[in-house]
């Protein structure tokens, strides 16, 4: 078997690929369980514009969707159109886009640095030969890759695509065709229609790029001219939407730069002083996305983001293999490796912590570095010839087995009790029980208290958008108009008078051992 | 003057003035110790959601030892936690102290001295997470602050002797940062430790 893997080098990639997949969608259906807002506006919109040529407001094939008061990309939307036509509209088809976006950053990583070992010394070309495949290995398992890609996350989809764009650089790099380049410069711009974050790291791409072509003279003055215009092309509705008055919506919402986040000792009187402390802020957001508790340790991050109450984003195993490859890379005489690396690790952070930081969603792309730093401190340590350090390296696998079968167990077997509530379970149950209903008895119509149940709208979209129901505040009373019609209202759950004419239909309670009281079905 | 030493009399100053603020604290907060009855606790919580698992599997994957591996293991990254080790250091500090590891796992660093103070320094948080050096506050700097600081001065110092004079500009202006740093958000490590 060594020798037919050692024969055909494809295998290990093959085996790493398949396994990456595996674990993105093993049970996606249900795991993550439920649609949360976002999942079901991504994947209602798909429907919409695969169904009636438009999106849930009624624009025809727009470039950007407008949900929950802002504006979406459009690049998972339109990425989602064919699995919804293939698999219909479901979870797994919502969510299928990140599971294979997830699979193929595996692949593409593994490509990238097979191309980006090319360029470097043949002593490190030895040295470094394992990095690709241990590096696809890392990121295929680690709980950070795994959670975005598990549920219908644009980020996902954007680093892959970015990968993507890197390594089509690597080949122009390599072979000087131009093709290569107008693809590199594409994907680059799909990222940026894919994921707001990747609006500010592809135009860093992009710029070093052309630095690149004009340092390394890799293209005449003809060609990097008319590139340069065919970026400017293929980005322009990109830009004009992100200087026009809705492209800012997102960063308003998200900025760092609010005065929330200063200290309360600190009262800017001068916009002076307010820049001042505000380019502190902008310091400690960068660092805070290499605190070892945001990477290690279940931190102050939004709950969806983690597979388990006892995981962060990296394995704890990870943490000597971590430091030990950053010290290598340091100190590795690298042409290219190291440059791009520790470029993909220090800019992504400055670009993202305009935002709220740390925010892992953002920083997705802190993965590949990560993976790769990860990998060359495992081949590092595997090469030390010590005694008690290869008698600590055995522990220490012994110890990453322990830790990533309980973090499987956890996924499995705990994931669905503990986070369903921040889930969409009880809002795809609730759809479905009030389509029962609506199916059985003629109702007039259904009237939901949106005071506790924000966002229904969108989730009664996308599980029956026959069912149109109308969304009302707590103070709303049955209209004498319909004094004799039945109406179907649903409400967080409350106690029901006794003298009232309110009829409690059911109380819709998650699936979980707690079995939390999430609705209340009342015939009026 | 050479530049170089003044940094360091000014890196010298700076963790003199971050000491002096320190000493309002009176010890570090929970999550810097173990704590059993936590674990204990902890334990039962994740047990209790094991409702349909095997028992071997229930045993195997949530017993004392890993959740008391995990949650020291919690305990231990807070003493190299980025915040905390801005503010017992400062931004020019942390630089000095990353530096300092830096050179000690790339092997360096030759001075056997030096070489223990690295060790000393990974090692003296296990004293606090137990919760073995007593009460007083002064000590616990002693034994788990100021080493930390001593390391990032022979960061500097191993530092400045090799790299060009445009790092030391750097090294210059992350001073300046660190003293705004103290202005901006003041004593952060209050956050970490309790006050009464």
């Given at each position: 078997?060594?020798?037919?893997?050692k024969?055909n080098?494809?295998?290990?990639i093959?085996?790493v690929?398949?396994?990456?997949?595996f674990?993105?969608?093993?049970?996606?259906?249900?795991?993550p369980p439920g649609?949360?807002?976002?999942?079901?506006?991504?994947?209602?919109n798909?429907?919409?514009?695969?169904?009636?040529?438009?999106?849930e407001?009624?624009?025809?094939?727009?470039?950007w969707?407008k949900?929950?008061?802002?504006?979406?990309?459009?690049?998972?939307?339109?990425?989602?159109?064919?699995?919804?036509?293939?698999?219909?509209?479901?979870?797994?088809?919502?969510?299928?886009?990140?599971?294979?976006?997830?699979?193929?950053?595996?692949?593409?990583?593994?490509?990238?640095?097979?191309?980006?070992?090319?360029?470097?010394?043949?002593?490190?070309?030895?040295?470094?030969?394992h990095?690709?495949?241990?590096?696809?290995?890392?990121?295929?398992?680690i709980?950070?890759?795994?959670?975005?890609s598990?549920?219908a996350?644009?980020?996902?989809?954007?680093?892959?695509?970015f990968?993507?764009?890197?390594?089509?650089?690597?080949?122009?790099?390599?072979?000087k065709?131009i093709?290569?380049l107008?693809?590199?410069?594409?994907?680059?711009?799909?990222?940026?229609?894919?994921?707001?974050?990747f609006?500010?790291l592809?135009?860093?791409t992009?710029?070093t790029?052309f630095?690149l072509?004009?340092?390394?003279?890799?293209a005449s003055?003809?060609?990097?001219?008319?590139?340069?215009?065919?970026?400017?092309v293929?980005n322009l509705?990109?830009?004009?939407?992100?200087?026009?008055s809705?492209?800012?919506?997102?960063?308003?919402?998200t900025t760092?730069?609010?005065?929330?986040?200063?200290?309360l000792?600190?009262?800017?009187?001068?916009s002076?002083q307010?820049?001042?402390?505000?380019?502190f802020?902008?310091?400690?957001?960068?660092?805070?996305?290499?605190?070892?508790?945001?990477?290690?340790?279940?931190?102050?991050?939004?709950?969806?983001?983690?597979s388990?109450?006892?995981f962060?984003?990296?394995?704890?195993?990870?943490?000597?293999?971590?430091?030990?490859?950053?010290?290598?890379?340091l100190?590795?005489?690298?042409?290219?490796i190291?440059?791009?690396i520790?470029a993909?690790l220090?800019?992504?952070p400055?670009?993202?912590?305009?935002?709220?930081?740390?925010?892992?969603l953002?920083?997705l792309l802190?993965v590949i570095?990560?993976?790769?730093?990860?990998?060359?401190?495992?081949?590092?340590?595997?090469?030390?010839k010590?005694?008690?350090?290869?008698?600590?390296?055995?522990?220490?696998?012994?110890?990453?087995?322990?830790e990533i079968?309980?973090?499987?167990?956890?996924?499995?077997?705990?994931?669905?009790?503990?986070y369903m509530?921040?889930?969409?379970?009880?809002?795809?149950?609730?759809?479905?029980y009030?389509t029962?209903?609506?199916?059985?008895?003629?109702y007039?119509?259904?009237?939901?208290?949106?005071?506790?149940?924000?966002n229904?709208k969108?989730?009664?979209?996308?599980?029956?958008?026959?069912?149109k129901?109308?969304f009302?505040?707590?103070?709303?009373?049955?209209p004498?108009?319909w004094k004799?019609k039945?109406i179907?209202y649903?409400?967080?759950?409350?106690s029901?008078?006794?003298?009232?004419?309110?009829?409690l239909?059911?109380?819709?309670?998650?699936?979980?051992?707690?079995?939390?009281?999430?609705?209340?079905?009342?015939?009026? | 003057?050479k530049?170089r030493?003044v940094?360091?009399?000014l890196?010298i100053?700076l963790?003199?003035?971050?000491l002096r603020s320190?000493?309002?604290?009176?010890?570090?907060?929970?999550?810097?110790h173990?704590?059993?009855?936590?674990?204990?606790?902890h334990?039962?919580?994740?047990i209790?959601?094991?409702e349909?698992?095997?028992l071997?599997?229930?045993r195997?994957f949530?017993?004392?030892?890993?959740?008391?591996a995990?949650?020291?293991f919690a305990?231990?990254i807070?003493?190299?936690?980025?915040?905390y080790?801005?503010?017992i250091?400062?931004?020019?500090?942390?630089f000095?102290?990353?530096?300092?590891y830096?050179?000690?796992?790339?092997?360096?660093?030759k001075?056997?001295?030096?070489?223990?103070?690295?060790v000393?320094?990974?090692?003296?948080?296990?004293l606090?997470?137990f919760?073995?050096?007593?009460?007083?506050?002064?000590?616990?700097?002693?034994?788990?602050?100021?080493?930390?600081?001593?390391?990032?001065?022979?960061?500097?110092?191993?530092f400045?002797?090799?790299?060009?004079?445009?790092?030391?500009?750097?090294?210059?202006?992350?001073?300046?940062?660190?003293?705004?740093?103290?202005?901006?958000?003041?004593?952060?490590?209050?956050?970490?430790?309790?006050?009464?």
């Open positions: 078997m060594f020798k037919f893997i024969q080098k494809f295998v290990p093959l085996i690929v398949l396994l990456a997949f674990l993105r969608v093993y049970h996606v259906r249900n795991l649609l949360y807002d976002d999942e079901v506006s991504l994947g209602y798909a429907y919409s514009v695969l169904t009636y040529g438009k999106d407001y009624g624009a025809a094939y727009p470039l969707f949900a929950f008061g802002e504006y979406k990309l459009p690049g998972y939307i339109y990425a989602d159109i064919i699995p919804i036509a293939i698999f219909g509209k479901n979870a797994f088809a919502v969510r299928f886009p990140s599971v294979l976006s997830g699979t193929l950053t595996v692949l593409f990583l593994y490509l990238f640095l097979k191309n980006l070992l090319s360029f470097e010394s043949k002593k490190l070309k030895e040295e470094f030969q990095i690709p495949i241990l590096s696809a290995f890392i990121l295929a398992i709980p950070w890759s795994i959670q975005f598990r549920g996350y644009e980020a996902t989809m954007a680093v892959c695509l990968t993507i764009g890197l390594w089509l650089f690597s080949l122009f790099y390599k072979n065709k093709p290569y107008i693809l590199t410069l594409l994907f680059l711009a799909f990222a940026s229609y894919t994921y707001s974050s609006r500010l592809t135009p860093v992009a710029s790029i630095f072509l004009f340092w390394k003279k890799l003055i003809k060609s990097i001219f008319s590139m340069a215009i065919y970026t400017i293929i509705p990109l830009m004009l939407f992100t200087f026009g809705h492209g800012f919506v997102r960063f308003f919402q760092t730069f609010t005065e929330q986040a200063l200290p000792s600190i009262a800017p009187k001068s002076l307010g820049l001042i402390a505000f380019s802020i902008y310091v400690k957001s960068f660092l805070s996305y290499f605190s070892l508790q945001e990477l290690f340790l279940k931190s102050q991050d939004n709950v969806r983001f983690y388990s109450s006892e962060g984003f990296l394995f704890r195993w990870q943490l000597p293999f971590l430091v030990a490859g950053l010290v290598v890379l100190r590795e005489k690298s042409k290219v190291k440059k791009i520790l993909i220090l800019v992504t400055a670009a993202v912590a305009v935002a709220n930081s740390p925010n892992s953002h920083a802190l570095p990560f993976s790769v730093i990860i990998a060359i401190g495992i081949q590092s340590i595997v090469k030390v010590k005694l008690w350090i290869r008698v600590a390296f055995v522990g220490a696998i012994i110890f990453a087995i322990f079968s309980l973090y499987f167990h956890m996924y499995l077997s705990h994931y669905k009790n503990a509530i921040f889930w969409g379970g009880a809002q795809e149950k609730m759809a479905q009030a029962k209903l609506w199916n059985s008895k003629n007039s119509a259904i009237v939901i208290n949106e005071d506790f149940l924000q229904e969108i989730h009664f979209l996308f599980y029956n958008d026959k069912l129901p109308i009302v505040n707590s103070s709303w009373q049955k004498p108009r004799n039945s179907l649903i409400r967080y759950p409350a029901v008078p006794s003298d009232s004419k309110m009829k239909l059911k109380t819709i309670t998650l699936d979980t051992p707690l079995r939390q009281p999430v609705a209340q079905f009342i015939q009026l | 003057m530049l030493y940094i360091f009399i890196l100053f963790f003199g003035y971050l320190d000493l309002k604290c009176v010890n570090y907060n929970g999550d810097f173990y704590s059993s009855v936590v674990v204990s606790f334990l039962k919580e994740l209790a959601t094991e349909q698992t095997p071997f599997f229930v195997f949530h017993n004392r030892i890993t959740v008391s995990f949650d020291i305990r231990y807070q003493f190299f936690n980025i915040f080790l801005v503010n250091l400062g931004l020019a500090g942390l000095g102290f990353l530096h300092f830096y050179q000690f796992f790339a092997k360096e660093i001075n056997k001295l030096i070489k223990i103070l690295a000393l320094v990974l090692l003296s948080p296990f606090e997470i919760q073995l050096i007593g009460k007083t506050f002064s000590l616990k700097m002693l034994i788990l602050i100021i080493p930390y600081q001593i390391a990032s001065l022979a960061g500097f110092f191993y400045s002797k090799r790299e060009k004079y445009i790092w030391l500009t750097t090294y210059l202006i992350l001073l300046m940062l660190s003293i705004g740093w103290i202005v901006v958000f003041g004593n952060e490590l209050l956050s970490f430790c309790t006050t009464s």
